[in-house]
């Protein structure tokens, strides 16, 4: 996997003042919120706002406002704090041009700007969920599914659940499941309302992806009742409950052997004020990561204990500088900030300034090894101040992993084109979900839905649908659409 370069300075590794997400007073809007890339499969990249370029994306990433996402020959899933998610089919660049807390609303604007995206959104009381696409503003006022596709020359909303506002060329509309509006650039007005397409493998692919999280987020629930959504369904795939004496039910990933810790198997990046944040290799890496501590069981060895879901935490370790680079120690789940951390004596994870800055692997410290690093300073937590080091101004990438973009999808002078409706013909990997979900390979065929050459949806009386390279079911006349559950 590629890492983010990271500057250092000199061997200060304190965590910010600002790490964790702020509450918002009466009347004051801050742009602070963390969403979750939660899926990549195939060729994903993202940039930054002000970034020079862009770079390889893993899933566990954060996104703040301002990131873009961009899928080639690939797919992506993007998590938000309360359950909303969004899928990207291939060739589809998405942009977060707004996720803000406004009076603790949570204020979401998405552009779509090619390809095909497909959003379920169930928004608070006072949250609000727009999605541009294209000539079309999307709103979704209340628990709705919906698919947007964007061509060279037009742009369609496919409403599959629930209801949309839809406002295209000055004029607003309401359209429901099983509706699609469909808008041509050579053809006048504010868009055609038609029945919803057939089903295409992107909306079968979707649906299974939605029941199987949906599914195993249900799991979690039976044993956490958090005030967050994003995550929770990785704790009922990859990992099960146990009975910690003295602390109650704690989890623990499937797999781990004796040698394994937390903080391990991942990398620190730079955000900003947000100071370096944990981005883990490991499927499950965001709740256990950025929620609650970390506790040794000598019955169980490492297991997570929930807590702290006030507040994001970039990382939830305790930092020492070395004579060589740093260390960090996972928190325990109800530690304070101060005093000698209680994880100290399992290991300490370590890297060099230069190895992190490279990309290069941890190494972790066990039993004598711990004294024998001679490390000095104070153990500091994330109250104490002091800034961390910049993120990269530009996202370049450790050794030969680094991501580079492709002709296809990113041409000389770095903007991506529209695509038309026949670069989003291209074949991609099509999953087929069983229980537990694998994120490592199995299981995929490579068909992939096909789309008329140089045509958006097309209005009712037309033969064209979504995709004609798998079986479909025609719409049905009632509640439903036909795309697919949920």
Known sequence: MS???????????????????????????????????????????????????????????????????????????????????????SNTVLEFP????????????????????????????????????????????????????????????????????VTARGASQRVNSPQTLALRDDVPGNGAVSANPRNDAWDRWVSDRYTSVDAARVRSTDYLNAPVGYGMADLGMYGGWVNVPGYGMGWQPYGV?????????????????????????????????????????????????????????????????????????????????????VNLAHGVVTNTTAGMQAGSGNTLLRGAAIAKAQMTGEWTGEAAVGRIGQPAQAPSLAGAAKGARSAQHMPQGGAPRIASAGMLAGRVQVYRPSMPMSRSGGGFSSKAPAYSKGTAPTPAGSASSHGDAAPAHAPSGGGGGSHGKP
């Open 257 to 341: 052997g004796v040698g394994w810790s937390p903080f391990y198997d991942g990398y620190w990046d730079g955000m900003g004020a947000f100071g370096p944040t944990w981005i883990s290799y490991e499927p499950w890496g965001w709740l256990p990561y950025h929620y609650g501590g970390w506790m040794y069981s000598p019955i169980y060895g490492w297991v997570w204990g929930p807590g702290g879901f006030g507040m994001w935490s970039p990382g939830t370790v305790f930092w020492r500088a070395t004579p060589t680079g740093i260390g960090w120690v996972p928190r325990g789940p109800n530690e304070t900030l101060n005093g000698t951390p």
């Open 98 to 165: 707004q996720l803000a807390l406004d009076d603790g609303a949570k204020n979401t604007q998405l552009a779509v700007k090619q390809g095909t995206a497909t959003f379920y959104v169930k928004p608070g009381k006072h949250d609000s969920f727009v999605v541009q696409a294209g000539g079309l503003m999307i709103a979704a006022p209340e628990a709705s599914r919906f698919r947007v596709d964007v061509f060279e020359d037009g742009a369609a909303v496919s409403v599959l659940r629930g209801e949309v506002d």
């Open 3 to 89: 890492r983010r370069a990271f500057a250092f300075p000199a061997l200060l590794f304190a965590v910010a003042c600002l790490a964790s997400v702020p509450a918002t007073r009466a009347g004051e809007v801050s742009h602070a919120r963390i969403v979750r890339l939660s899926y990549t499969l195939g060729d994903v990249q993202m940039s930054a706002e002000g970034a020079s370029g862009w770079h390889k994306a893993i899933a566990n990433t954060p996104l703040r406002e301002g990131n873009s996402v961009e899928t080639g020959d690939g797919r992506a899933e993007v998590e938000f704090e309360l359950g909303a998610m969004a899928w990207m089919a």
